[in-house]
């Protein structure tokens, strides 16, 4: 059963910048180097959302709100995928999770000035 550790949330201001890292393990580095992974998140009131996505051949794919502010990669060695993200706003607090079917605990993610 692969386990996911989602990491470096936290409080920012406006404009500013966190990168997540997300770690897998319990799963071989060939399982994870196959497997297409995903950010998504929640916010109070919101609906689960998929914020971006990565397949093992490296295709990404983003949310209309995220696009050109955020980018999804994986480390396949690492057996992480990170979601670096720049020029937060408020409406991108959220918990953001990653999947890969299993499901991580979550890192909180707060835009406030």
């Known amino acids: 059963q692969v386990q996911l550790v989602e990491s470096g949330g936290g409080s920012v201001q406006p404009g500013g910048s966190l990168t997540l890292s997300c770690a897998a393990s319990?799963?071989?580095?060939?399982?994870?180097?196959?497997?297409?992974m995903a950010w998504y998140r929640q916010s109070p009131g919101k609906e689960h959302e998929m914020v971006a996505s990565i397949t093992k051949l490296g295709s990404t794919n983003y949310t209309d709100s995220v696009k050109g502010r955020f980018t999804i990669s994986r480390s396949n060695l690492k057996k992480t995928v990170y979601l670096q993200m720049i020029g937060l706003k408020p409406e991108d607090t959220a918990i953001y999770y990653c999947?890969?079917?299993?499901w991580g605990q979550g890192t909180q993610v707060t835009v406030s000035s």
């Open positions: 319990g799963v071989a580095f060939g399982d994870f180097a196959i497997a297409d």
């Open positions: 999947t890969t079917g299993s």
